[in-house]
């Protein structure tokens, strides 16, 4: 009887484990098809709930353990690789003929000129004065070209600043005696102009017509023709000044009527 008695309860109490491991299943089945994890093969509920637990961590991303999942989810966020910025070298692409000189601005001379759509080698710039300093091709000198004339492209940000120095120390002598010859029509006048090169430390020389720069002219010139599309019987003044980095001289002026 007494055996009879713990065979019924042994009984019992296994059919109780059978039921709570048979709902504990249930309700992670339902679970994982909550998460749309797809139901498990086996038919034995103990390993029906192993693999709905392990699939569970998985989907939130947890560690399983086991071995029951061999993978383990891979972080979106790796750690980056570094990447080492590259810079374009500095290009100056000039927009229309333009002159190249020793320093900023119109007193310093030219050294050279370049025509509309040249790419230059830029190595310096002078914000100040707005000028760009590139390198003369074919040669290892530089000049000066003024910033409306030209385009920068390429890493010109990092290029060093340049302050130019003066190497005159005086404005160059006033030129000498100016004279003029002129041919005129009902449209226009022709007038050639002369003076004496007397300065010995100009950069060049520039001469004017009505007080408007016509000409821009190299060291050691003494000679000038011009010709204005101007109405018969306009009056016309022309004047010539000789300059350097430090300035320009007085000017000579001559004025005269066509008629």
Same mark, same amino acid.
């Given at each position: 009887?007494?055996?009879? =008695?713990?065979?019924?309860?042994?009984?019992?109490?296994?059919?109780?484990?059978?039921?709570?491991?048979?709902?504990?299943?249930?309700?992670?089945?339902?679970?994982?098809?909550?998460?749309?994890?797809?139901?498990?093969?086996?038919?034995?509920?103990?390993?029906?709930?192993?693999?709905? @637990? =392990?699939?569970?961590?998985?989907?939130?991303?947890?560690?399983?353990?086991?071995?029951?999942?061999?993978?383990?989810?891979?972080?979106?966020?790796?750690?980056?690789?570094?990447?080492?910025?590259?810079?374009?070298r500095p290009i100056l692409?000039?927009?229309?003929?333009?002159?190249?000189?020793?320093?900023?601005?119109?007193?310093?001379?030219? @050294?050279?000129?370049?025509?509309?759509?040249?790419?230059?080698?830029?190595?310096?710039?002078?914000?100040?004065?707005?000028?760009?300093?590139?390198?003369?091709?074919?040669?290892? %000198?530089?000049?000066?070209?003024?910033?409306?004339?030209?385009?920068?492209?390429? %890493?010109?940000?990092?290029?060093?600043?340049?302050?130019?120095?003066?190497?005159?120390?005086?404005?160059?002598s006033r030129p000498g005696?100016?004279?003029?010859?002129?041919?005129? %029509?009902?449209?226009?006048?022709?007038?050639?102009?002369?003076?004496?090169?007397?300065?010995?430390?100009?950069?060049?020389y520039r001469v004017y017509?009505?007080?408007? @720069?016509?000409?821009?002219?190299?060291?050691?010139?003494?000679?000038?023709?011009?010709?204005?599309? @101007?109405?018969?019987?306009?009056?016309?003044?022309?004047?010539?000044?000789?300059?350097?980095?430090?300035?320009?001289?007085?000017?000579?002026?001559?004025?005269?009527?066509?008629?």
């Amino acid at each position: 009887m007494t055996r009879r =008695a713990d065979g019924v309860a042994g009984a019992s109490k296994k059919a109780g484990l059978g039921i709570r491991i048979f709902a504990g299943a249930l309700i992670l089945t339902g679970l994982g098809c909550t998460l749309g994890l797809p139901a498990p093969a086996s038919s034995d509920p103990r390993d029906a709930a192993a693999t709905i @637990v =392990a699939m569970t961590l998985q989907a939130q991303g947890l560690p399983t353990s086991e071995g029951l999942i061999a993978s383990t989810p891979t972080s979106a966020f790796a750690s980056p690789v570094p990447v080492t910025p590259t810079f374009s070298r500095p290009i100056l692409f000039i927009n229309s003929n333009a002159n190249c000189r020793e320093g900023p601005g119109s007193d310093f001379k030219v @050294v050279t000129s370049f025509a509309s759509g040249t790419s230059l080698e830029m190595v310096g710039k002078d914000s100040a004065d707005s000028y760009w300093i590139v390198r003369i091709p074919g040669a290892t %000198d530089t000049c000066w070209i003024a910033a409306e004339f030209a385009t920068p492209g390429g %890493d010109y940000e990092s290029l060093p600043e340049v302050t130019p120095q003066a190497v005159a120390k005086d404005v160059p002598s006033r030129p000498g005696s100016l004279f003029y010859n002129y041919f005129c %029509d009902n449209t226009s006048v022709t007038t050639t102009l002369t003076w004496t090169d007397t300065a010995n430390n100009e950069n060049g020389y520039r001469v004017y017509r009505l007080g408007a @720069v016509v000409a821009d002219l190299p060291a050691n010139s003494a000679a000038y023709t011009d010709t204005a599309n @101007v109405p018969f019987g306009t009056p016309l003044s022309f004047s010539v000044e000789a300059y350097n980095e430090v300035g320009p001289s007085q000017q000579r002026t001559v004025n005269f009527t066509c008629q």
